[in-house]
């Protein structure tokens, strides 16, 4: 490639990044009630409302794409959109990206068949348990660390199976007896629990887990100038209770503007006695 090529092409990539006139490309899956599509393709959800508010605020606005989920992944992992959400916080993803202050707080569990003899979950109950949750996905991530804790205090761990979307089969195989555990976000299995009428499923206790989400920006194409200024604007937002009131409107919680820029404590949710 001559020199003077190469030149234009960096030229042509500074240009597109967002900031020098354009808007950030953001990327959406099927994650309701946070993200989601409606009939005609286009992103929807509690979150989506949220975001979109704070992109009508940014002179350059923002573009919000739908796609399915690990399509959605490829497009931020190669650097083909600017930002993902919602995004929870993981060591591979801190090298990776930019996070944005939180914009919801939500929460993870265990879900079991309305007659499972269980009731708190410990290390030696899910030692050997057969466990399904949706993945490849931050839900996914999170199970995986508990199941290193079951190993640890028992040196048998959990059988994983991995469904491809965040819907409502998954939590239907609970009722099939296909697997004795569904593990999920809360606000995502009660959605798709009422939303598909499945009965005789309930989340069991022993777990307490708060995670925040946030927007994940492409450290390679959105400069630190920019999520400042993103994360000034949501500011803004919470601030006029603008935030408060799309949240409210989903029965999503606020989130800890406070909470630290780091993945959750999951080490140690079996080894304090509170599960």
């Known amino acids: 490639m001559s020199r003077y090529r190469l030149l234009l092409l960096l030229s042509l990539a500074l240009l597109s990044r967002p900031g020098h006139g354009q808007p950030l490309r953001m990327v959406v899956h099927d994650f309701a009630p946070f993200t989601f599509a ?3 393709g286009r992103a929807q959800g509690a979150l989506v409302e949220l975001v979109q508010e704070a992109c009508r605020r940014r002179a350059e606005g923002c573009e919000i794409l739908y796609r399915p989920s690990r399509r959605a992944r490829l497009m931020l992992e190669r650097g083909w959109v600017d930002a993902m959400f919602p995004l929870g916080v993981t060591p591979e993803r801190l ?9 919801a707080s939500t929460s993870y569990g265990f879900y079991g068949v309305a007659d499972s003899p269980l009731e708190r979950l410990t290390a030696q109950s899910l030692s050997g348990m057969k466990v399904g949750t949706f993945g490849p996905s931050f839900t996914q991530y999170l199970l995986e660390q508990i199941n290193r804790e079951v190993v640890e205090g028992t040196g048998v761990g959990m059988t994983i199976d991995v469904q491809p979307n965040a819907d409502a089969k998954g939590l239907a195989k609970l009722v099939y007896r296909r697997y004795p555990l569904y593990f999920s976000n809360i606000h995502s299995a009660d ?3 009422r939303r598909s009428g499945l009965t005789g499923v309930r989340q069991l206790g022993g777990l307490d887990l708060k995670v925040e989400y946030r927007i994940g920006f492409a450290r390679e194409r959105v400069s630190t100038d920019e999520v400042t200024r993103f994360n000034g604007i949501l500011h803004q937002l919470e601030q006029e209770g603008v935030a408060s009131r799309i949240r409210a409107k989903w029965q999503l919680a606020a989130p800890d503007l406070a909470a630290p820029l780091a993945p959750p404590g999951v080490d140690k949710l079996l080894r304090d006695g509170r599960s």
Not at 95 to 103: A, G, H, M, N, V
């Open 95 to 103: 090298q990776k990206l930019d996070f944005s202050t939180p914009i």
């Open 38 to 40: 409606d009939e005609a």
């Open 191 to 193: 959605y798709h629990l």
